[in-house]
């Protein structure tokens, strides 16, 4: 059975093939603002069933498509990725210093009979605080753009934090360990 990835994200890509997973690639490009007061859970978790939902009715079976979106968030407020370089520095700053969650929405749907798996997994990330001359030459980086919350966590944001609670490829973008075990729950196996 094979596996295709609704998702143009390159790390989830990298997750999948560090950990020796055969798949394909199909775009799954949506509109991911958020609903009016609708919370960081719902939101990934709409959105990853959207994603997968418009890849299944692409593709063909027999086949497991994953959908994934992931946010960063902090009390209440969701810090998607940032629209420019002041949306990044404002992000970092918010962070700094304090315990934020990572929540990644995961949808996978079986083909043909579309039996499908969706959770949410979430994860603590703890960033150290940063001075304004840290921040500064982080996002001369450039490493911030694309990515929740304007950070890294597998590039040089790495060194600014100092721990986590859960796990950590969710905060790269997928939670490989939960997605192994929907992939097994719905028939999917190696052979």
Request: proline content about 4%; overall charge neutral.
């Amino acid at each position: 059975m094979k596996l295709i990835l609704a998702s143009a994200s390159t790390r989830r890509a990298e997750i999948l093939h560090a950990a020796g997973f055969s798949f394909s690639i199909l775009s799954s490009a949506i509109d991911e603002t958020p609903f009016p007061g609708e919370s960081a859970h719902d939101l990934v978790q709409r959105l990853a069933v959207a994603k997968a939902e418009l890849v299944a009715a692409r593709a063909a079976g027999p086949a497991i498509v994953i959908g994934a979106d992931t946010e960063v968030t902090l009390e209440g407020r969701i810090f998607g990725k940032p629209r420019n370089s002041e949306d990044a520095r404002h992000m970092l700053e918010n962070l700094s210093g304090r315990t934020h969650a990572v929540l990644t929405g995961v949808t996978l749907i079986r083909l043909p009979d579309a039996e499908r798996r969706t959770f949410v997994e979430s994860t603590l990330v703890h960033f150290s605080q940063l001075s304004a001359d840290e921040i500064t030459r982080y996002l001369a980086t450039g490493e911030p753009r694309d990515k929740a919350g304007a950070y890294a966590i597998q590039g040089r944001a790495g060194r600014y934090i100092p721990r986590i609670e859960g796990d950590y490829f969710n905060v790269v973008g997928l939670p490989l360990a939960r997605v192994t075990q929907a992939l097994t729950g719905l028939g999917w196996s190696e052979n």
